[in-house]
C-alpha cells in the first residue's frame, strides 16, 4: 500500500518533485565540482613540492646558519673559487680546462647524523645526499706574432712567434700582435645520492626514460644518471662517459622530471660526490620519512630538539611558500568555495522543506480524509518522508551526473597553474626552502617558478558524500512535511469540503 501511495503520488506531483530534487541536484553537484577541484588542487601541490625534495619525503634536516652572537667576530666568508693555467709555448692552441667543485651554500652536516636523525621517534628512513655545483672553465691560449721594427717606424717581415696573450716586445725591437685567450665558463649541478636508498631523495621525482637507475652495489661505482634537459644540450647519451674534476663516469642511464624540472643535471653515488667536493662523510641535507604523516609536527619537535644545529623544514612548511595562480585558485576552492557549497545546500534543503511543507497545506482533505479512514498520524507522516526521500534521491542522482559532468570537463580543459616558490635564502635550507639540491643554506637562490596542469578527481569518497547529502536533504524536508502532516485532523477535511 505505502509503495503503490507513493508511486501514484509522484506520478501526479512531477513537477513539484522535478523542482524540489532540482535544487538539491545544483547544491550537491557544486559539492562535487568543488571537492573534486581541491583535490585536483592538493594533487597540483604536491607534484610542485615533489620536484623539490622527491617521493615520500615528509621533512629535510639541513645545517642551521650560525647567527653570530652580539660583539662575536663574524664567521669568515667561504673563499671563492679561483682557476690557475700554465700558458707554455707548447699549450698554444690546446684546449685546457679545469673544474672547481663546490658544496652548495658552503654548509654541510657530518654524514653521522643521518644516523642519529633516524633513530629519533616517528622516523621511519633517513637518507643523506650532497649536493655539489660545478664550475667548469675551458678554453685555449694562442700565441702572437712577434713583428719586427724595421727602423723607420714601420713594421716589416713576420716576425717570431710571442709568448701567448701578447708578451712584451722581444729584444732588438718589435711588438707583439695577435695571441690571446679565449676560455668559457659553464656550471652545472651535481647530487650525490645514497643509492641503497632508491625510494628516498630528489632522484624519486623523475622517471629512467632511457638506460636505468644506480644498483645498490654501486655505492662507490664511478657511475652516473644524467637528467634529460642536461643530456639533450650536452648531446649525451646512455653509454657516454662525462668528466667531472678529472674523474670520468659512465652514463647508465636518462632521468626526466616528472614535473617538468629536475633536481639536479648530474646524478652521482654518494661517495663519490664526496670524493669530488673533498667533502669525506659530510651531506648537505637529509631527506626523511616519517611512519605516520599525521605526527610531522611531534617528529619535527624531536628532531629539533635532540639533533642540535639543524633546521628541519616539512612539506607543510615549504608548501606555505607556494604563491602565484596555484595558492589562489587553491586559496578559493578551499575558501570561497567550500563557503559557496555550504551556502547552496542550506538554501536548497530549506527550499526542499518549505516546497514540501507546502505542498502537504494543498492536500489538507486528502490527507484528512485518509486519517478519517483509519491512518494514524505516523503513517502520514511516514507517507511524507518517503516522498520527500525519494525526491532527495533523484535530486542526488541529478546532482552525481551534473558534478561528474563539472568535474570532467574541469580536466578536459586542464587549466595551467603557475607556482611560485620563495628562493632559499639564509636559513631555508635549500631549494625553495627544503634543503633541495638546486640550494642550500646560507645561499640566496632565485624564486623558482613551475607550471601544473589542474585536474579535478572525483573519489568515491566524494560521490558517497553526495549520496549522504541527497539523502539528508529529503530527510530534512521530509520533517517539514511530515511535521505539517501529522498535525493535521480529519476536521480540517470536513471545513475544506464545506
Known sequence: MFFTYLRRELRRRRKAALVVASGLALGIALVIVVSSVSSGMGKAQEKVLQSLYGLGTDMTVTKAVEVPEEGAERPERPERPSFSFDAQDEDSGEEQSTDRVM???FQSL???TVDKVGEQSGVADAVGGLSLQVVKVSGEFTRGQVQQDDGSGGSGGSGREGAPGGAAPSEG??????????FEVNSYSVYGTDVTESEL?????SGITDGRTFKASETDAKVAVVDSAHAKEKELETGDTVTVKSTKFKIIGIATAESGDAAADLYLPLKQAQT???????VTTIYVRATDSQQLGSVKSAIRKNVSGTTVTTSADLADTVSGSLSTASSLATGVGTWLSAAVLVAAFLVAGLLTSSAVSRRVR????????????????????GEALVHGLIGGALGIALGLAGAYAVTAISPTLQAELAGGGAGAGGR???????????????AKTLEVALTAPVSLTTVALAVGLAVAGGLVAGAFGGWRASRLRPADALRRVA
Do not use: C, I, N, Y
Open 173 to 182: 725591437g718589435g711588438r707583439v700582435q695577435g695571441g690571446g685567450a679565449d
Open 276 to 282: 669530488l667536493a673533498d667533502a669525506e662523510d659530510e
Open 201 to 205: 631523495g630528489p632522484l624519486t621525482s
Open 110 to 112: 657530518a654524514g653521522s
Open 366 to 385: 486528502e490527507f484528512g480524509t485518509l486519517k478519517a479512514l483509519g491512518w494514524k498520524s505516523g503513517r502520514v507522516t511516514g507517507q511524507v518522508v
Open 432 to 446: 625553495g626552502g627544503m634543503g633541495g639540491p638546486g640550494g642550500g643554506p646560507g645561499r640566496e637562490a632565485a
Open 103 to 105: 658544496v652548495q651554500g
